[in-house]
């Protein structure tokens, strides 16, 4: 059974900083892992996504590794904002059969980042 | 703004009663799968519909179940709700597109049960 782990559960941090967040799974078969963002209340916006044969992915102020292999993943967001401030969820996507498609997430990482 | 949206975007419930969540999915993706996700905590796997049929199911028990239409908006129907059903149900959409697919949720749908 996949399971996803995120540390830290929560980040305070002050504006302009660069930050990581950790994400581990436990089943390296995936075909590929998401990171979302979630503020208060919302839905899930997806950040970005990676796909199994890949390193990393960048979006703007962020950037996504993966090591397959050993079962992680980090979600660099460089030159923090207080907009950034929301839940990040990483999830996996497994591999094969009735898992196609089927995410499973951590728990998240709470992050705020004050002025 | 991903193009998935659900109906409504809240609710109040009492214990014992039936509810109806209803999702559009994003224009071209014929795959929707819903997920709980209880205060605190990250969503969990309710089930996956594609092209109209079950394609997985997560941990959860009958009284949970859904439809998928033919222009692939899909319905979650909980049945006797319990007070633990308490929470933000969301709806993903995707493409399958080879083995590799990116799932777009929508704003999801609280509901409470009293």
């Known amino acids: 059974k996949q399971e996803v782990t995120q540390i830290p559960a929560a980040l305070s941090v002050p504006e302009g900083e660069n930050l990581v967040l950790n994400c581990s799974f436990t089943d390296s078969a995936i075909y590929n892992l998401q990171w979302f963002r979630q503020d208060p209340g919302k839905g899930l916006t997806s950040l970005l996504l990676?796909?199994?044969?890949?390193r990393e992915q960048t979006s703007g102020r962020l950037n996504a590794s993966l090591d397959k292999s050993s079962g992680r993943s980090t979600l660099y967001i460089a030159a923090s904002q207080p907009g950034d401030s929301a839940t990040y969820l990483c999830a996996v996507q497994g591999a094969g059969g009735t898992s196609y498609g089927k995410l499973t997430f951590g728990q998240g990482t709470i992050l705020t980042v004050h002025p | 703004e991903t193009g998935v949206t659900q109906s409504p975007t809240h609710l109040i419930k009492t214990r014992g009663q039936q509810v109806t969540l209803r999702c559009s999915s994003q224009?071209?993706?014929?795959?929707v799968s819903w997920y709980q996700q209880a205060l605190g905590q990250g969503p969990q796997f309710i089930f996956q519909?594609?092209?109209?049929?079950?394609?997985g199911r997560g941990n959860f028990p009958p009284r949970f179940s859904g439809l998928q239409f033919p222009n692939y908006s899909s319905e979650l129907n909980v049945n006797a709700l319990e007070l633990d059903d308490s929470a933000l149900y969301l709806c993903?959409?995707?493409?399958?597109?080879?083995?590799?697919?990116?799932?777009?949720f929508g704003q999801g749908t609280r509901l409470t049960v009293v």
């Open positions: 990676i796909q199994s044969s890949q």
């Open positions: 224009s071209g993706h014929n795959t």
């Open positions: 993903a959409s995707s493409q399958r597109r080879g083995m590799n697919t990116e799932a777009f």
């Open positions: 519909y594609y092209r109209e049929e079950e394609n």
